[in-house]
Structure formats: structure tokens, C-alpha cells
């Protein structure tokens, strides 16, 4: 059996560097297969000489791999996926499809993508939100692509399209979390008051007391409120002719205990609300608009979106804000009031009941996005240390957080 792999140059061609090579005996045609790769410099051809070399040395198959297209692999993964993706999941592996096919062309053999390739690809990407075409991606965005190509590209090793994924070659690192503005009772009680009208005080409330995520919030409907304990269900539910369906996120449904403050606006509300909607924090047109969106996008055979209910929410929150009076120190959208309701519980509860209360899938989300220390926590320290220094002992400043054992302490022993 041959096995040289050799390098030619052939002027005749626009790529006159040629690699060839045999690859296994070919009983059909009674001889080896042959296979040649042309590039336009020495230099690369060379290198992907070596690296041929080093792969056959190490028992790599010499045969070629069949030839898959960039869209026809997207495709078929695309289409072996989507049982198990949620509609918001399904999208975001679409935009990424939609960057990769745009940079390396729909007709691109993915065996001929490289890490080098990978690498260039993920330093090329623009943004292409409405208004920011061209500008530059966040951290978050960039490496947000970058671990949906590299989920997408495994799948190609792993169905036999390819040896080796070039997105492995990629460093991954975590994006730096930015400052955000806990949102204290004072300034939410300041910012109730600032809000024009009882819905608004109540979407406030929930968002604050509740730590439901904005799309959660405005596909709650009454149905979702247990009065008579205090609680609010948030869970998956199946589309009907006249509501859309609404998916929680990360397939957890969670029961969240609602304090009197907001159970007591909710009663307000409901003797106040428009008849007819189904939906705790839609007004007529608003439920109207959101009807007839969803019967559009299931004729189409579109899938529905959480985010269809919400519309021009963070305008009419930060001209509330401004009017209460608050000055943010760090980042304040309404999604700050969920983490706000975390930061409080996690100051008082331990970190696996906040998981749950959140709605997190792994613990870890919930350590890391809340542990932020304010103004408070650094007086504390600062108290701790000087008791420290004036008792000469033990300092009697406690932890606020609950652990097991001081739940277990408060109830006489009993876990």
C-alpha cells in the first residue's frame, strides 16, 4: 500500500500547490483511492501536509470524509433538534446558523472549515440589531455565538462529517458581569408612587416581590394567582384558539409566595381589571393585539415567542424612574427588579432555595449573578471589625443570610 503524501506544483492551475495522497484499497476498482487538496502558497499546503501526516500517523481514516454542505448539515441538525428546543432556543441557534452561512457561504463543504477559519469568523461578527448594524458585539453576544457554533459543530464530529471540531480551538471565557442598581424598598415604594396608573403599580409589585422575568410577567393570567395562599404558579401552558401559548424557561414550573403588599394590589386590580382579559397586565388593545399576533403566527406555522406580550415597557420605565426620583448607581431596567427580588432573598435565604425561587437550572447562575455587595454589606464589615476590636472577642454582628442551621436554631432544633 502507498502511504507517501506529496506535495507538487502544477502552474497550470490557479492553485498550482498540490497535496496527494492515497487513501485505502478500493476493492470495486481493484486499487487505492487518490485524493489531492490545491492551494495557492507553498506554505499552506505544506502545513496541511504535515497535519495529513500527523493524522494518518496516529490512525486517522486516509479516506475523505463525504462532502456535506455548510447548509445542508445546519439544515438537517436544525430539523433533528427542534422537538427538544424551546421556540426562543430554536431562534437563537437560527441566528447563529444564519451568521455562519453569511460569513463562509451556504455551499461550503463544512470538512473545510478550519480552527483557523473558526477563529476568524468569530473576530469578523458585527452587530445586526436595528440601529447598531456594523457596530460592535457586547462580550456576552460574542461569546454567546461562539458556544452555539461549537454545540452546533460537535454535532458534525459526532455524526461522522468531520475529525474534529475547529470551534474547540476557541478560548471561551466568561463575560465581565457589569454593575447593576439594587433597587432598595424605599426607591420602590417611590417608584410605585411615581407610576400613573394601578397596573402599572401592580406589574412594579410583582416584578420586585416576585422576581418573575419580564416575559413571565405579562403572560400571567388570573388563573396563575392562588389568593387563598398567597402564591403565584408560574408553568408551561399549551396555545388555545384565542391565548398563545407560554413556555417557561428551562422547563421549570415554581410556586413563589407573594407578600400581603402585593396579593393586597392584585385584589385591587382585579375588581378593576377589563373584562374579558384573560391576562393579569394586558389592557383591551394590548390582549386585542396579542390575539390576533398569535392566530397570524399559527396560520403561518411560526412559533410563538414570550416576548410578543411585551411592548414598550423600558420607555415608560425609565420615565417612571426618572419621575420617582431614583439615581441608579449601575445598569436599571425593569429586569433589575428581578434581580433586585433575588439580591433580597439571597441575603436572607440560602442559595438553594433561591434557585428555585428564581427559576434557575443550576445553582451556579444563581451564585453567580447574586452575590453583589452594596453599601449596606460594606457598613457590616466594617461594624464586625470594629466590635472585633473593642470586645477583644467574637463579634456579635450575624449573617442575615437564613443557613439551615440558623432556620434550625430559630425553630427550637427542629429542621
Known amino acids: 500500500m502507498v502511504t507517501k503524501i506529496g506535495l507538487y506544483r502544477d502552474p497550470r492551475k490557479k492553485k498550482p500547490w498540490v497535496v496527494r495522497w492515497f487513501g485505502e484499497y478500493d476493492p470495486a476498482a ?34 475523505r470524509m463525504p462532502k456535506v454542505t455548510l447548509s445542508s448539515f445546519c ?20 441566528y447563529a446558523i444564519k451568521r455562519l452561512e453569511a460569513y463562509f457561504g451556504k455551499e461550503t463543504c463544512v470538512q473545510d472549515i478550519t480552527p483557523k477559519d473558526a477563529v476568524v469568523f468569530v473576530s469578523k461578527q458585527k452587530s445586526l440589531a436595528k440601529g447598531h448594524e456594523g457596530e460592535s458585539l457586547s462580550d456576552w453576544s460574542r461569546e454567546q455565538i461562539k458556544r452555539y457554533c461549537k454545540l452546533i459543530f460537535d454535532a458534525a464530529v459526532k455524526w461522522g462529517l468531520m475529525r474534529t471540531n475547529p470551534f474547540d480551538a476557541l478560548s471561551f ?30 406589574l412594579y409589585a410583582l416584578a420586585y416581590t416576585s422576581g418573575a422575568r419580564i416575559g413571565e410577567l405579562f403572560s400571567l393570567t388570573w388563573n396563575d394567582i392562588d389568593f387563598e395562599s398567597g402564591k403565584l404558579i408560574i408553568s408551561s401552558r399549551d396555545g388555545t384558539a384565542t391565548m398563545p401559548p407560554f413556555h417557561v424557561k428551562d422547563h421549570e414550573a415554581r410556586s413563589i409566595p407573594l407578600p400581603t403588599h402585593t396579593i393586597d394590589l392584585l385584589t385591587q386590580w382585579q375588581a378593576k381589571a377589563p373584562e374579558g382579559v384573560p391576562h393579569i397586565l394586558l389592557d383591551r388593545e394590548r390582549y386585542d393585539h396579542v390575539r390576533r399576533k398569535w392566530q397570524e403566527l399559527k396560520k403561518a406555522g411560526k412559533p410563538w415567542l414570550n416576548r410578543y406580550t411585551v411592548n414598550n415597557v423600558l420607555r415608560d420605565f425609565k420615565s417612571h424612574c426618572k419621575r420617582s426620583g431614583i439615581k441608579p448607581v449601575g445598569k436599571l431596567t425593569i429586569h433589575t427588579l428581578r434581580k433586585s427580588a433575588g439580591q433580597n432573598w439571597a441575603d436572607h435565604l440560602p442559595m438553594n432555595v433561591v434557585k428555585e425561587l428564581m427559576g434557575h437550572s443550576k445553582a451556579e447562575t444563581t451564585l453567580e449573578y447574586y452575590n453583589q455587595v452594596d453599601k449596606d454589606h460594606e457598613q457590616k464589615a466594617a461594624r464586625v471589625i470594629q466590635k472585633l476590636l473593642e470586645g477583644g472577642g467574637e463579634s456579635k454582628e450575624t449573617d442575615a443570610r437564613l443557613t439551615p442551621e440558623a432556620v434550625s436554631r430559630q425553630n427550637g432544633g427542629v429542621k
Open 30 to 63: 481493484g486499487k487505492q483511492r487518490r485524493y489531492s487538496k490545491s492551494f495557492r502558497l507553498k506554505a499552506e499546503a505544506e502545513e496541511f501536509q504535515a497535519a495529513k501526516g500527523q493524522e494518518i500517523s496516529q490512525g486517522t481514516p486516509r479516506d
Open 75 to 94: 439544515r438537517d441538525w436544525l430539523n433533528a433538534r427542534k422537538p427538544d428546543l424551546r421556540p426562543a432556543s430554536y431562534e437563537l441557534y437560527l
Open 173 to 202: 471565557k466568561k463575560p465581565a458581569t457589569k454593575r447593576w442598581h439594587r433597587v432598595t424598598p424605599a426607591e420602590y415604594h417611590a417608584l410605585s408612587e411615581a407610576a400613573p396608573t394601578l397596573r402599572w403599580k401592580v
